[in-house]
């Protein structure tokens, strides 16, 4: 009787799993997508620097490309690694142009997605951004520099459609925390709140 059972058992979970790893396998697990992005920087504030006036970050708005990849351990479950490559944020001090840095801002998120809607996928994300600063020490002729690492944490909402079997169209929505310290002669004088929406609409493809 009881092995009996056992083997009913058996047989119901491979019933509910069976499908599903079907499906799954039909979709694929890889998914690539191509973005174009609109980068809309917080543009925040720091505490004063010297010659007067306030840190301003002046990181001007403006369309990128992005590339993500996104691999699905299940039906719903996925991670996904987003990639450009680095943006040019000028530093103003008082309304006069300071110098210039270069931010790499990797991310990389924990998706759920909705896939019982038919052709609209809609999807959440959580996760985490390494940001990398280039040119870091060119401010005030050198004399004021960036920390080189931020590390913060990003939020995601987005949908696909379906086309076919492999194809998609994305819209997609992030809001990604990026700030750094700012220091003159070695001391923090200030801090630097970049603090990104990137917006944007693409293509996938999934094999």
């Avoid at 994300?125 to 060119?138: C, L």
Wanted: net charge neutral; glycine share 10%; charged share 20%.
């Amino acid at each position: 009787m009881q092995k009996s059972l056992k083997l009913a058992a058996l047989g119901l979970a491979l019933s509910v799993a069976l499908p599903a790893m079907a499906q799954q396998a039909s979709e694929g697990n890889w998914l690539v997508r191509g973005r174009a992005v609109y980068l809309d920087w917080d543009n925040g504030q720091s505490s004063g620097l010297p010659l007067g006036g306030t840190t301003k970050v002046q990181a001007e708005n403006r369309w990128i490309p992005e590339v993500d990849i996104t691999y699905f351990f299940t039906r719903n479950i996925a991670a996904e690694l987003v990639l450009t490559y680095p943006q040019k944020i000028d530093i103003d001090v008082g309304g006069t142009k300071k110098g210039t840095i270069k931010a790499l801002p990797p991310s990389l998120l924990l998706q759920y997605h909705f896939t019982d809607l038919g052709a609209f996928k809609p999807y959440v994300g959580a996760g985490v951004n390494y940001t990398r600063f280039y040119d870091r020490d060119n401010i005030l002729d050198g004399a004021a520099e960036v920390e080189k690492d931020s590390f913060g944490w990003t939020g995601q909402l987005g949908f696909d459609v379906a086309l076919n079997k492999n194809w998609l169209i994305n819209v997609d929505a992030k809001y990604v925390k990026i700030d750094t310290d700012v220091k003159l002669n070695g001391s923090k004088i200030g801090r630097v709140d970049l603090d990104p929406w990137l917006l944007g609409v693409g293509i996938g493809y999934r094999f």
